[in-house]
């Protein structure tokens, strides 16, 4: 299996700066791999949050998980300073592909890359619901 090409800090126009923690270093000195999902979680949730005005307490509609995938290219470990760039990869009726990559300080080619996608649904009903426009056009500035 070959190697992705890594993201590069330049394709990104939102980054999301964390702090790595003692618990996120596993035995082996290094993050878990799982936290990495965490961090892309976090950096996709923000960007929504920040830019678009999403009130994930109130809103009508939440964004449900149903894929991600995650390549490691470098380790990280604490204490460290990352970045999660994040960009939209494809912005569909009622899912949103986000493309993520983490950073270490100084560095312009990622230490991990990876993907998330967000199915909206309605809050109480759960079913699939259209992203609102507002949202659409603000999230359109972010598209890779």
């Not at 449900?64 to 009726?93: H, M, R, T, W, Y």
């Not at 990559?101 to 809050?123: C, L, T, Y």
Request: charged fraction near 20%; aromatic fraction near 12%.
């Amino acid at each position: 299996m070959s190697k992705p090409t890594l993201k590069r800090r330049e394709q990104f126009k939102f980054f999301f700066p964390i702090q790595t923690r003692w618990a996120d270093n596993d035995i082996y000195g290094h993050v878990n791999n799982v936290t990495y999902y965490s961090y892309f979680d976090t950096a996709a949730n923000s960007l929504l949050i920040q830019k678009t005005g999403f009130d994930i307490h109130h809103s009508e509609i939440i964004g449900l998980v149903v894929d991600s995938a995650c390549s490691f290219q470098q380790e990280l470990s604490f204490p460290e300073i990352i970045e999660v760039g994040v960009a939209i990869g494809k912005v569909g009726n009622s899912s949103l592909r986000y493309e993520l990559a983490i950073f270490k300080q100084g560095q312009h080619e990622a230490a991990a890359q990876g993907h998330f996608v967000h199915v909206f649904v309605d809050r109480i009903s759960r079913k699939s619901t259209t992203i609102p426009e507002a949202m659409r056009d603000v999230l359109n500035h972010y598209l890779l």
